[in-house]
């Protein structure tokens, strides 16, 4: 068939995209398997990010180490490492900041082994041996949300409802603080916690850090059960469907204080029912929170691909005073 190279893409056959999404989606043994190795040569990754970092070296270096492990087990990164003082920043590729006390480092990043299975973990931890109270507060809420969301995870849930669930715990945390206010159903509703967690709770994973992302973020995460939302933060979820077993997706809740987007928000009065602004305002310098791991949904419920990779403060304190 004579067809020109630039209508290729909207000449594609969707019964055959459909037909491929759904035979991808469920991860064989063998897949699964692969999977969990990425997962364990990224464990050794966020180790190591988290044994080497201290006040006074590049982030740079510590993005050379990572990526030296990657390559190191015959693989790759699976996708441009995120190893940053500004976690606030989404999808901050700049290595070019010295590490100071006080700070946050997020790091998200994983390796693909060489049949190009990947791994994609998020981890925050200070560059002070310990984390401060405010640190502390801030990664206790996106902890206990990313826990309670994979704790949620087993087969027909709509991954949507997981990602409302994680922005309704983020609502009552931040409530906590005196940061968010107001009636957490009506503040989710009205996409307000999406100041502070402005992305999805995560996507599927496979061969694809985005599995299957070419073929259509749409037709891979939203298929034709459910119409993606145009609202801020909903709009940014890559995947909202029915879980079945054999899907592998990420959970990775986030918060984080962006001073542009406070600004910009509190200049419109936007949600000002639901924010506190004042109180985001001394938040600005704080950067962001991320947790993010890998997970199998099982024929009655989930589980968590590798080794465990320390989490808790207890854990992450730990590792950071080695
Ligand atoms: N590192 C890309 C992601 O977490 O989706
Ligand atoms: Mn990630
Ligand atoms: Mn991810």
Same mark, same amino acid.
């Given at each position: 068939?004579?067809?020109?190279?630039?209508?290729?893409?909207?000449?594609?056959?969707?019964?055959?995209?459909?037909?491929?999404?759904?035979?991808?989606?469920?991860?064989?043994?063998?897949?699964?398997? =692969?999977?969990? !190795?990425?997962?364990?040569?990224? #464990?050794?990754? @966020? *180790?190591? $990010?988290? &044994?080497?970092?201290?006040? %006074?070296?590049?982030?740079?270096?510590?993005?050379?180490?990572?990526?030296?492990?990657?390559?190191?087990?015959?693989?790759?990164?699976?996708?441009?490492?995120?190893?940053?003082?500004?976690?606030?920043?989404?999808?901050?590729?700049?290595?070019?900041?010295?590490?100071?006390?006080?700070?946050?480092?997020?790091?998200?990043?994983?390796?693909?082994?060489?049949?190009?299975?990947?791994?994609?973990?998020?981890?925050?931890?200070?560059?002070?041996?310990?984390?401060?109270?405010?640190?502390?507060?801030?990664?206790?809420?996106?902890?206990?949300?990313?826990?309670?969301?994979? =704790?949620?995870? !087993?087969?027909?849930?709509?991954? #949507?409802?997981? @990602? *409302?669930? $994680?922005? &309704?715990?983020?609502?009552? %945390?931040?409530?906590?603080?005196?940061?968010?206010?107001?009636?957490?159903?009506?503040?989710?509703?009205?996409?307000?916690?999406?100041?502070?967690?402005?992305?999805?709770?995560?996507?599927?994973?496979?061969?694809?850090?985005?599995?299957?992302?070419?073929?259509?973020?749409?037709?891979?995460?939203?298929?034709?059960?459910?119409?993606?939302?145009?609202?801020?933060?909903?709009?940014?979820?890559?995947?909202?469907?029915?879980?079945?077993?054999?899907?592998?997706?990420?959970?990775?809740?986030?918060?984080?204080?962006?001073?542009?987007?406070?600004?910009?928000?509190?200049? =419109?009065?936007?949600?000002?029912?639901?924010?506190?602004?004042?109180?985001?305002?001394?938040?600005?310098?704080?950067?962001?929170?991320?947790?993010?791991?890998?997970?199998?949904?099982?024929?009655?419920?989930?589980?968590?691909?590798?080794?465990?990779?320390?989490?808790?403060?207890?854990?992450?304190?730990?590792?950071?005073?080695?």
């Amino acid at each position: 068939m004579d067809i020109p190279i630039n209508i290729v893409k909207s000449r594609a056959s969707e019964a055959l995209i459909k037909a491929v999404i759904s035979l991808v989606s469920i991860k064989s043994p063998e897949e699964v398997a =692969e999977m969990e !190795k990425a997962v364990n040569i990224t #464990r050794a990754m @966020h *180790l190591a $990010a988290m &044994r080497r970092a201290r006040p %006074g070296i590049l982030e740079a270096e510590l993005a050379g180490i990572v990526e030296g492990i990657a390559l190191a087990a015959d693989g790759q990164l699976s996708y441009p490492a995120i190893l940053t003082v500004n976690g606030q920043t989404l999808h901050n590729h700049y290595h070019g900041n010295t590490l100071k006390e006080g700070q946050l480092v997020l790091g998200d990043f994983g390796a693909e082994t060489p049949t190009h299975y990947a791994g994609d973990i998020t981890r925050t931890f200070p560059v002070s041996k310990s984390f401060n109270t405010r640190q502390k507060e801030i990664y206790k809420i996106v902890l206990d949300t990313e826990v309670a969301c994979i =704790e949620a995870l !087993k087969p027909g849930i709509p991954y #949507r409802d997981v @990602h *409302l669930y $994680a922005a &309704r715990m983020i609502t009552e %945390g931040l409530k906590a603080l005196g940061i968010m206010k107001g009636d957490t159903e009506e503040a989710v509703q009205a996409g307000a916690h999406a100041l502070f967690f402005p992305h999805g709770l995560g996507h599927m994973i496979g061969m694809d850090v985005h599995d299957m992302e070419g073929l259509g973020e749409d037709h891979v995460g939203y298929g034709d059960e459910m119409e993606r939302s145009s609202q801020f933060g909903l709009k940014s979820l890559r995947l909202a469907r029915t879980l079945m077993p054999g899907f592998v997706l990420t959970v990775e809740p986030g918060i984080y204080f962006i001073p542009e987007l406070i600004g910009q928000w509190q200049e =419109e009065r936007k949600h000002w029912e639901f924010i506190n602004y004042e109180k985001a305002q001394q938040y600005r310098d704080f950067s962001g929170v991320r947790i993010e791991d890998n997970v199998l949904i099982t024929e009655t419920g989930h589980q968590i691909l590798g080794q465990p990779i320390p989490k808790t403060i207890q854990e992450v304190e730990a590792v950071r005073q080695g």
